[in-house]
């Protein structure tokens, strides 16, 4: 992430990730705060990585057991495998900073 008022680099760490969960930050560099935009493209390829990342693997997943409670806790394994960690990069690397009035 780079903060929108100093420039300053600051790199996601899992604890900041999860203890931020709208994407609002403070910048240890100047101390402001800023927060990740939500844009179309940072939508799109979330979406697009829970189908293809964790909705196909699940309905293979429910082929094979034919059990809707295996095939939940199969999604629930395929989200906190793939799609958190892509979210958590997207943030750092992707998704722009927009300073907080």
């Known amino acids: 992430m780079t903060c929108p008022h100093c420039s300053h680099d600051i790199p996601l760490t899992w604890k900041k990730y999860f203890g931020s969960p709208l994407g609002n930050h403070v910048c240890p560099g100047c ?31 429910f082929f094979f057991v034919h059990s809707f409670w295996y095939t939940i806790a199969a999604y629930v394994v ?24």
């Open 31 to 61: 101390g402001k705060n800023f927060k990740l935009a939500l844009t179309a493209s940072y939508v799109v390829l979330l979406v697009a990585a829970s189908i293809v990342a964790t909705g196909m693997p699940t309905v293979i997943a």
């Open 78 to 101: 395929f989200v906190g495998a793939v799609v958190i960690p892509f979210d958590r990069w997207l943030d750092d690397k992707v998704r722009p900073s927009k300073p907080v009035h």
